[in-house]
């Protein structure tokens, strides 16, 4: 499981934004510390996700020592550990059928979110089955 560093920054006038150094253009924000972290966690997920698709080699994390040392990032307010899972044996390629106007506002809401189409849905089942506990979701 690789643990890549997000740089968090924050001016008086903005959210929190966490962006990578190991992935470049891979950048996000959240109104509170907490939910930035999340939003890290999945854009992190969904890029790294769109760079298997396409065929690109997923980078070895920078070292800790590396990232904390770098006169780049000395003015940030807080390094994250964002640790991921390796599933790129366990992504399976689906066909799904979608109403087209939804499907035109899950592309909406995950680009603004920073993720993929793919992260957006796989993290959306994922709360559905876990609000699911006290089987009260209708499907």
Known sequence: MPNYIGIVHKDTDSDYSVFFPDF????????????AKKMAHEALSGHIEIMREEGYDIPEPSSPEKIMGDPDYMDAIAF???IMHDS???TVRVNIAVPENMLHQIDFFAKKHGVSRSS????????MMSSDA???VRI
């Open 24 to 35: 470049p253009g891979c950048i996000t924000a959240g109104s509170t510390i907490d939910e």
């Open 80 to 82: 994250l550990m964002i």
């Open 88 to 90: 790129s044996a366990d």
């Open 120 to 127: 957006f849905i796989v993290n959306a089942a994922q709360r």
């Open 134 to 136: 006290d089987n009260h």
